[in-house]
């Protein structure tokens, strides 16, 4: 399955996606295949280090739009917003090099640090 291949060794497992769940990163395939990642949970983080404890979601979707496959566990992420800035998978941060580099391809984790700490821009 892609939605494996595609998180596997990156996080480690996530629930059912709903309506109100906020995507935060779409990966598309050349075969129309798609894999969404979205917020599942979020708290502020209890850890000094942090400043929100988020639980991801991930579904992979056919070219119709119909569930292929979707993850039944939990991945746990941290996000740090100020300086230094990262996102925490596990024992693992990646940091966040500010300002971002928006012409650097799609990356889920600075795609998930923008969507907690980057200020809305009207």
Same mark, same amino acid.
């Given at each position: ?6 998180? +596997?060794?990156? !996080? $480690?497992? *996530?629930?059912?996606?709903? #309506? ?34 988020? +639980?991801?979601? !991930? $579904?992979? *979707?056919?070219?119709?739009? #119909? ?56």
């Amino acid at each position: 399955m892609r939605a494996i291949a595609f998180f +596997a060794g990156v !996080l $480690v497992a *996530t629930p059912s996606m709903a #309506a109100e769940q906020l995507i935060f990163y779409t990966a598309n395939f050349p075969d129309a295949t798609s894999v969404q990642l979205s917020v599942q949970s979020k708290s502020v983080s209890q850890g000094g280090d942090y400043d929100f404890d988020v +639980a991801i979601g !991930l $579904v992979e *979707t056919d070219a119709s739009g #119909a569930v292929r496959y979707e993850d039944t566990g939990r991945h746990r992420a941290r996000v740090r917003c100020s300086y230094p800035a990262y996102v925490s998978v596990g024992t693992r941060k990646y940091p966040m090099a500010l300002p971002l580099n928006r012409s650097a391809p799609d990356d889920w984790k600075e795609n998930l640090w923008i969507t907690f700490c980057a200020a809305p821009s009207s």
